[in-house]
């Protein structure tokens, strides 16, 4: 026996060791596929994060120039942020400076700890103005489930309570992380001052506010020191309800008159004026943000919240719903479900179009190859640590059709040995140990195919696809085990002839399929190398067409995301107030829910949404901002609404944009083009802005162009006269509470408790 078959001998007479490795990596896969970590996307680095500064009173200009540069020097000197696509945005009293770290940093945390602690230091070096200046790096972290708690009756604390109810039940899961609160409106202690009364006392708000601020204000009182003990010292706090806030003096003279806080105004607990807010289907809501540990399958963590949420809404009462916006576990559970059923299509296709070539023996051989590659890929996946995934399933899916060539081609060596009178078992051997360097060249030429995606992809698009290579290489080099070491027993145990039969009389032995199709291939062969001019010509003339069509087909880095959801942005300019924004996104509610098909409305007043998706960045909101995820009875239904709507609403109210954002697998792409300008004069920006500006919309195509730089929002500028400032002991800090109480509101914390004055 030639040598080259001695492994393929070895297994054909040691089948039982085989059938039993086969058989339990097979229930090992069918095991792994359910146990084996799930999500819906890959593990990969969100590099973004951002960095904000308060700086109260601060006109945009001033921000820009007396903390946005020298924070953005400071920043620089990190040599792992990117700095060109690193920038920032000045607004009154705030900045945010977005930033991006560099391709090739795979420890963000570490990154970001380090920067965390040197902005800590730096803060320091800007205005005494600036109250805070944090950064936030958890961009990356991706809802696994979002949860409405809905109610039209119950009051925001009420709500809140049940909230905490649920948290508390989910904390005792195992993969449950962080969980995150949106829409939460929290009670104040609101201070009205009578004008009248307090300037009949002779007093004024800043006197009031210095009495609020310093009787509010309890630090540190040292200790009693002797020789047996060290006593701390504290002083109780002499705010601790609205009725002491109502006693507390804030005047007395000599004679032991006494004015105190209730003489002047009333004190009243109340829930704020909304800045952001929360609806799902036009109901007061509150919105649980659930997300999974890294290492869990997600649909065990589904299937794990949903047992606690099911238990839970029997204790509510009911006038209290909950309602699941965005389910993870779900999506992945489908796409398991789908890549099952492609796998069953995979099967009858091979089988069915075997059969119509071969005798059904043949086509059972060649058909059971591929459940068992599949299942003995999903055991290695799971013993390398390699998760099921959007990127790995569609790697799985792509591989359906080849797994099954190389068994195939040992069947066909086999069939051919068996009509050339070869004894099954010396056929099986020989077909499988000739073959042997063709599939493995053919299969090594196909699973290294996709690597080059590994060097010429950098940051999150690498991280993205990583998987997908190896997954394809490991799933053909199981295909290929399966036909040389397997096979062959199969192929001896069930095909016990081939194609032909020599005893038959040749005058009356009839054409197969395979004969047919074999004649009209030589056939055509013939008439190719009888024309050559003709035949390359026709070759030629067939690439060409494939190139000019190649040139016509849309072109997408990345596909649309095949879900029953999508988002809704709105957009007003800056300085819009939130109710002129409410009753664009109330407007658009009303029009949306005439339309069956749409299942769900979730509204964020002024805010954005978490990431419900992994490649769908949050968005900053603002009183001129909101956003809607909205869910749909089918993957079908959203297309069809989003090609019926985006269009028409995009402008349908004055001085907004509404923007219907399909759900895709690009990260963190707001724009289909984007130009960024550069330079240290923002004035010659805006020119060179506005020019480009203008000769883009001379184009048919964009739906909306628009620049990151926001409409001038005006302001009133008050400017106090030195000499009669003085004169009458008035300073900008009281003209500032003066005007606050008169024409806003300024916070205390009073303490530790929010209180808001009003006059």
Do not use: C
Request: aromatic share 10%; no cysteine; proline share 4%.
């Amino acid at each position: 026996m030639n040598t080259k078959n001695n492994f393929i001998a070895v297994a054909m007479k040691y089948n039982k060791i085989v059938f039993l490795l086969i058989s339990a990596l097979i229930i090992y896969g069918v095991y792994a596929l359910f146990k084996m970590p799930k999500q819906e996307f890959p593990a990969f680095t969100i590099r973004q994060g951002i960095v904000v500064a308060v700086y109260p009173g601060a006109t945009s200009e001033e921000v820009e120039e007396q903390v946005a540069k020298p924070l953005e020097n400071y920043l620089f000197t990190y040599k792992e942020i990117k700095k060109s696509k690193t920038y920032s945005q000045s607004r009154d009293g705030m900045l945010y400076i977005f930033v991006e770290l560099n391709d090739d940093i795979k420890n963000k945390t570490e990154v970001w700890s380090k920067i965390k602690l040197g902005l800590s230091d730096f803060k320091m070096k800007l205005p005494s103005g600036v109250l805070a200046l944090a950064a936030n790096d958890d961009f990356g972290d991706t809802s696994a489930l979002l949860i409405a708690l809905e109610s039209d009756t119950k009051t925001y604390r009420q709500m809140r309570l049940y909230m905490e109810d649920l948290e508390s039940r989910l904390r005792s899961i195992e993969s449950v992380s962080n969980l995150r609160r949106y829409g939460e409106q929290n009670e104040q202690i609101s201070i009205y001052v009578d004008k009248e009364k307090i300037a009949s006392y002779g007093l004024n708000i800043y006197s009031l506010y210095q009495t609020l601020v310093a009787k509010g204000f309890v630090g540190p009182a040292g200790k009693i020191d002797n020789q047996n003990l060290s006593i701390p010292v504290h002083i109780d706090r002499p705010f601790t309800s609205e009725y002491d806030l109502q006693e507390q003096i804030i005047y007395s003279d000599p004679t032991g008159n006494q004015i105190r806080l209730k003489d002047v105004g009333k004190i009243v607990r109340e829930y704020p004026k909304a800045n952001t807010y929360t609806l799902n289907n036009n109901h007061k809501s509150l919105i649980l943000s659930t997300e999974m540990r890294e290492g869990y399958n997600i649909v065990d963590y589904g299937k794990s919240v949903n047992k606690v949420l099911e238990k839970f809404e029997k204790t509510l009462p009911n006038d209290v719903k909950v309602f699941r916006i965005a389910d993870q576990p779900q999506v992945v559970d489908h796409s398991i479900h789908t890549f099952l059923e492609e796998l069953g299509i995979a099967i009858l296709a091979v089988v069915l179009v075997t059969v119509a070539l071969m005798p059904l023996r043949v086509a059972a051989v060649a058909g059971s190859t591929i459940p068992v590659s599949i299942f003995i890929t999903l055991a290695l996946m799971f013993v390398f640590g390699i998760e099921l995934n959007t990127v790995t399933l569609a790697a799985l899916i792509v591989v359906l059709g080849m797994i099954v060539d190389n068994s195939i081609v040992i069947l066909d060596g086999y069939l051919e040995k068996l009509d050339e009178g070869i004894p099954r078992k010396e056929a099986a051997i020989q077909s499988a140990g000739e073959y042997f360097k063709a599939v493995l060249s053919a299969t090594l030429a196909i699973g290294i195919t996709f690597f080059p995606f590994l060097l010429t992809l950098t940051g999150q698009m690498r991280d993205f696809v990583s998987a997908f290579p190896w997954t394809v290489l490991l799933a053909l080099g199981v295909s290929l085990a399966v036909a040389i070491l397997f096979v062959p027993f199969l192929m001896y145990i069930f095909i016990n002839k081939g194609l032909y039969n020599p005893n038959a009389d040749p005058s009356k032995k009839g054409k197969s399929v395979m004969d047919r199709i074999q004649s009209v291939y030589d056939s055509l062969l013939e008439k190719i190398f009888k024309f050559p001019k003709i035949s390359f010509a026709v070759g030629t003339l067939v690439g060409l067409s494939g190139v000019a069509l190649f040139l016509k087909v849309p072109l997408k880095l990345m596909p649309f995301a095949e879900r029953n959801q999508f988002a809704i942005e709105i957009f007003l300019p800056n300085g819009t107030s939130i109710n002129e924004t409410e009753k664009v996104a109330l407007d658009l509610q009303k029009e949306l829910k005439k339309d069956k098909r749409i299942t769900s409305l979730t509204l964020f007043m002024g805010s954005g949404s978490p990431r419900f998706q992994t490649t769908y960045a949050p968005k900053i909101g603002g009183s001129n901002f909101a956003q809607y995820i909205v869910n749909t009875e089918s993957a079908e239904a959203t297309v069809d609404i989003m090609n019926e709507n985006a269009t028409k609403m995009a402008y349908r109210y004055p001085n907004a944009f509404v923007k219907f954002k399909q759900l895709d697998y690009q990260a963190n792409v707001d724009a289909d083009s984007e130009i960024r300008l550069t330079g240290n004069n923002i004035a010659d920006l805006k020119m060179v802005a506005q020019k480009l500006e203008y000769e883009l919309k001379k184009m048919d195509t964009p739906l909306r162009i628009y620049t990151n730089y926001q409409e001038p929002l005006p302001d009133v500028r008050v400017a106090l006269d030195p000499v009669e400032s003085n004169r009458l002991g008035i300073n900008e800090g009281t003209l500032g509470v003066n005007l606050a109480s008169r024409f806003g509101e300024f916070l205390l914390l009073l303490s530790g408790k929010k209180i808001i004055m009003f006059r």
